[in-house]
T-cell receptor, first 111, second 113 residues
Framework: AQTVTQSQPEMSVQEAETVTLSCTYD???????LFWYKQPPSRQMILVIR??????QNATENRFSVNFQKAAKSFSLKISDSQLGDTAMYFC????????FGTGTRLQVFP | NAGVTQTPKFRVLKTGQSMTLLCAQD?????MYWYRQDPGMGLRLIHY???????AKGEVPDGYNVSRLKKQNFLLGLESAAPSQTSVYFC????????????FGDGTRLSIL
């Protein structure tokens, strides 16, 4: 079975600091894609970053970057210079023919 | 830019009532999905469609039916609502390529009393 595990139900970080959210997954597929989605209190699902499994280079989008370790099946999200607007639920997901989500990490950024 | 639009945004039903949730997308996407989101469980796939006239079961399909009569619309039906179906429902759409992200609607909060 394909699964995604986010082992940190909640995390907090002070504004301007760096935080890393963990994600591991299990699949027998060799070609897949990984995503991080953000869900703020407004309930919207917003794409943060994506990573193709065949690419060794870690994806970066402004303050957001990933540490993709394919052999370990690990896909963590690093948020640099945290802002109050980063407060949200963060979901890790991977896609083969269907998108499989983790259970999410609730991130609180405080002043 | 409408993207993915879900109707309604909120609904309260009594046990045994039926209703249909509507999802519409204006991005000409082939694939459409229905998820439910429950506390502590992330998003779980109910049904999905890879094209007009086709549907398939996801992880939690029981108690739901879907139809995709038009490419831009994906309907989720509850024939006889149960309290266990109280949840937030999300519709999403994507292009055919698996490297493309899904675009989500704003969700429908459904309460079954």
């Amino acid at each position: 079975a394909q699964t995604v595990t986010q082992s940190q139900p909640e995390m907090s970080v002070q504004e301007a600091e760096t935080v890393t959210l963990s994600c591991t997954y299990d699949t027998s597929e060799s070609n897949y894609y990984l995503f991080w989605y953000k869900q703020p209190p407004s309930r919207q699902m917003i794409l943060v970053i994506r990573q193709e499994a065949y690419k060794q280079q870690n994806a970066t989008e402004n303050r957001f970057s990933v540490n993709f370790q394919k052999a370990a099946k690990s896909f963590s999200l690093k948020i640099s210079d945290s802002q109050l607007g980063d407060t949200a639920m963060y979901f890790c997901a991977f896609n083969t023919d269907k998108l499989i989500f983790g259970t999410g990490t609730r991130l609180q950024v405080f002043p | 830019n409408a993207g993915v639009t879900q109707t309604p945004k909120f609904r309260v039903l009594k046990t045994g009532q039926s209703m249909t949730l509507l999802c519409a997308q204006d991005m000409n996407h082939e694939y459409m999905y229905w998820y439910r989101q429950d506390p502590g469980m992330g998003l779980r796939l109910i049904h999905y469609s890879v094209g007009e006239g086709t549907t398939a079961k996801g992880e939690v399909p029981d108690g739901y039916n879907v139809s995709r009569l038009k490419k831009q619309n994906f309907l989720l039906g509850l024939e006889s609502a149960a309290p266990s179906q109280t949840s937030v429902y999300f519709c999403a759409s994507s292009s055919r390529q698996v490297n493309q992200p899904q675009h989500f609607g704003d969700g429908t909060r459904l309460s079954i009393l």
